[in-house]
């Protein structure tokens, strides 16, 4: 069983440009999350994926968008970047049904630093 | 508006200690409850996960119990080690989301 996998670890971008993080979900699960970390900060919910959707969506801006692929990997990209976004971004990954009560997994993070 | 809160932001304890962590949130409406441990610059490692109709959960020297009522948690740490020195983060699930605290910051000496 493979567990939560992001890439790239760590990454430096300029104020203005577009980014894309990627995540490889955990075998078996079909639901993936993104949450944003600044420093010192508990994680802040951004979106929720499942069957390739959009399910829940936290308060972020529209330039924060994602896609979910038939194998449950993910993409999170943000456009126009802004310094305000040098955070660790985090993926999880969870098996949604009928009650939402299944675990959540994450991997090891994303660090940004805009510039 | 679910809001967590955690208590203490730090603790520092000597090796051999047992402690207790605290979580609380302000809506008892969740679906389950989770304790992450999380190393400095990585990710978070599930501890425990408690449903909301459960009152504990126990794995190896951890015991994480739930009041939902009250919403309150707590993490019990039993013997500590210096290898459980980590920022622990207590969550809420109550829709698609899980809610986080700011954690606390635990420090174990030897």
């Known amino acids: 069983e493979t567990g939560v996998t992001q890439s790239p670890t760590h990454l430096i971008k300029t104020r203005g440009q577009q980014v894309t993080l990627r995540c490889s979900s955990q075998s078996g699960h079909n639901t993936v999350s993104w949450y944003q970390q600044a420093l010192g900060q508990g994680p802040q919910f951004i979106f929720q994926?499942?069957?390739?959707?959009?399910?829940g969506r936290g308060n972020f801006p529209p330039r924060f968008s994602g896609l979910q692929f038939p194998n449950y990997s993910s993409e999170l990209n943000v456009n126009a970047l802004e310094l305000d976004d040098s955070a660790l971004y985090l993926c999880?990954?969870?098996?949604?049904?009928?009650?939402?009560?299944?675990?959540?997994?994450f991997g090891q993070g994303t660090r940004l630093t805009v510039v | 508006k679910q809001e967590v809160t955690q208590i203490p932001a730090a603790l520092s304890v000597p090796e051999g200690e047992n402690l207790v962590l605290n979580c609380s949130f302000t809506?008892?409406?969740?679906?389950?409850l989770q304790w992450f441990r999380q190393d400095p610059g990585k990710g978070l490692t599930s501890l425990l996960l408690?449903?909301?109709?459960?009152r504990e959960q126990t794995s190896g020297r951890l015991n994480a119990s739930l009041d939902k009522s009250s919403g309150r948690s707590t993490l019990y740490i039993a013997a500590s080690q210096p290898g459980d020195s980590a920022t622990y983060l207590c969550a809420v699930r109550a829709g698609t989301a899980l809610i986080f605290g700011k954690g606390t910051t635990l420090s174990v000496s030897s």
């Open positions: 999880a990954s969870s098996l949604f049904g009928q009650v939402m009560n299944t675990e959540a997994f």
């Open positions: 408690i449903q909301s109709s459960q």
């Open positions: 809506d008892s409406a969740i679906y389950n």
């Open positions: 994926y499942y069957r390739e959707e959009e399910n």
